[in-house]
Nanobody, 125 residues
């Protein structure tokens, strides 16, 4: 049974930083592309970042490029999202997702097979 568990969310002031973690189990983690999405109140779930199986390729939404960094530790079955220079508009529930089958892209939630329960990030102004 695949399980993704996010942690590290919380309340932070604008300009601050948070590091999200997503611990995976029940899958061959080192073979899977992983992604982060977020959903703000009243909005659709949007792509944030993704990373290839070995960490060699990363993808970012334009809104977070230069501020967020995705990384992974395959020995720990964990993917991270370092978020710096946070803005109030980054407030959302952040979800970790895993691709367990070959997929063409990484930016659509339809291309992911498993999801975590989400972790709340709130950025105050």
């Amino acid at each position: 049974q695949v399980e993704l568990v996010e942690s590290g969310g919380g309340l932070v002031q604008a300009g601050g930083s948070l590091r999200l973690s997503c611990a995976a189990s029940g899958l061959t983690f080192s073979r899977n592309r992983m992604g982060w999405f977020r959903q703000a109140p009243g909005k659709e779930r949007d792509f944030v970042a993704a990373i290839s199986w070995n960490g060699g390729t990363t993808y970012y939404a334009d809104s977070v490029k230069g501020r967020f960094t995705i990384s992974r530790d395959n020995a720990k079955n964990t993917v991270y999202l370092q978020m710096n220079s946070l803005k109030p508009e980054d407030t959302a529930i952040y979800y970790c997702a895993a691709q367990t089958r070959p997929r063409v892209g990484v930016r659509s939630e339809d291309e992911y097979d498993y999801w975590g329960q989400g972790t709340q990030v709130t950025v105050s102004s």
